[in-house]
């Protein structure tokens, strides 16, 4: 029931907006977070957002670079994506968690909704 948006290619340094929205889900009684994954690579937390947007957690990777938020009133969330590099590229997934208690879990595992994953691809 989530879906993303705003993926494709960009050039090392440059920026991207990843949107997450859903159907059938009311996104703001639940925590949502990144996950992207690699060719060959296992599926890897990138950020997660608490449901009243207060808290936030992200991999050491992208900490300085990307800033995860909550928007307006359909509470979608949203992964700003600054000084992207190379090794950024990977297809991104947003994801619901199973529980409304924020800990900044970034397991894979723990998250029971999940949309179809869109390509960010960072390429001079």
């Known amino acids: 029931p989530l879906v993303e948006s705003g993926g494709g290619l960009v050039q090392p340094g440059g920026s991207l907006r990843l949107s997450c929205g859903a159907s059938?889900?009311?996104?703001?009684?639940?925590?949502i977070a990144w996950f992207r994954q690699a060719p060959g690579k296992e599926r890897e937390g990138v950020s997660c957002i608490s449901a009243n947007g207060v808290n936030t957690n992200y991999t050491d990777s992208v900490k300085g670079r990307f800033t995860i938020s909550r928007n307006g009133a359909n509470n979608g969330v949203s992964l700003q994506m600054d000084n992207l590099k190379p090794e950024d590229t990977a297809v991104y997934y947003c994801?619901?968690?199973?529980?409304?208690?924020?800990?900044?879990?970034?397991?894979?595992?723990?998250?029971?909704?999940w949309g179809p994953g869109i390509q960010v691809t960072v390429s001079s």
């Open positions: 059938g889900l009311t996104l703001e009684y639940y925590i």
């Open positions: 994801a619901a968690h199973r529980t409304g208690y924020f800990s900044g879990d970034l397991s894979w595992n723990d998250y029971i909704y």
